[in-house]
């Protein structure tokens, strides 16, 4: 068997595209020639920084038709983690101040707390931006999923109801982990119907199924750029006009007093570059990738020792990812042994990869902790072949029967 690399943790992160890449390649030349070309300081009054502005802008303007929305309402950050925090922790405060109150003021001020709802299989940046407001006086309140893995709007309904003065309610569009794909406007009707404001973490969902901030009717949607084919450590956080937002990184005022930092240029014009292309082409390409995934479901969960984390033909699954389980073996052993055969994959999120801790996701699925252990996630992109797939299912085989002899 060759060593080519067959990369299979698109989840994780997507190669740059070469759309991205030569976005980009005007404003990253060195010297004058990027800061003439547009790579300039977009606060600048003179030429170069109003040519940066106005390319700046067409990258917004591109990441807002990409998602439905309009470009005034798209904030640049960091990526998808910061928006994430961003959403959870801006929106609180800006609605906490619209009512005269706030953090900072202690408990009692806070006291009978509003809450904020999240399902228990968010991305760490949700589920960790939700610990800090805990810690400031907000009551967190936690959806549990079906083990399909779906947050059904039955679930969401119960803990809505029984939340004291909800405020914010967050709930990824597609799982990062197993796949599953949220009914989206159903749950953000919901929130609306409670009288709380809805952020959803579409980072995974991008260029897989359609995303429409309008159809979908939420108030903020977080973005990753490097997902789709962009570079890593950009994103952004769409915030529908008049949402109540208190900025949480202060400083020169940027992106409308929303997110201070001088804009990285390059960075967003390769991932609105990116985003574009991922969406122009998502309708075929999930078609095309859906067949792939199921080939490889079909071909690792008939190998002997191998189950699946959920059925993937029994719900709606985002074209990309398929988790299996293989009791007995930590995902750790089979992750490096498959790697050894060129073969990349994960155990569940790349954050999460350094720990021995089971998957968050696979607990609150009801699965065990030894089981969850015994994760690994192959995840499909836009340059996953069939002869990939083939490898991968053989290599899984080889490796289960090496490691198990
Ligand atoms: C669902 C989800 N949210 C947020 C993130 C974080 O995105 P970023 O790497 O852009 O910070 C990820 C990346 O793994 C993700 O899958």
Redesign the pocket.
Known sequence: MSNELIYLDW??TAPLSQVAFDAMAPYLTPGFAGIEAGGGNANSLHGPGRRAFKVLEAARRDVARAIDGRPDEVIFT?????A?NMALLGIVEGVLQKRGSGFGMGQRALDPAPSVVVSAIE?D??LQAAELLRRRGIEVVCVQPNAGGFITPEALQTPLEKAHDPVLVSI?AL??EVGSVMDIPALSRIAHEAGALFHC?A??ALGKVPVSVKEWDVDAL?L????VGGP?GV?ALWLKARTPFAAQIVGGGQESDRRSGTQNIAGVVGFAAALKAAVDAQPQQSVAMTSLRDKLFAGVTALAGVEPVVDLSAGEYGPHIVSVLCPGFESETLILQLDKRGISVSGG???ASHSLDPSHVLRALGIDRDRALGMVRFSLGSETTEADIERAIAAFGEVLEDTWN
């Open positions: 989840a994780a960091s990526g998808a983690t910061e994430d991305h940046a949700v990824m799982n990062n973490d980072t995974q977080s990753s750029s490097h997902k890593k994103g999120s790349a954050c």
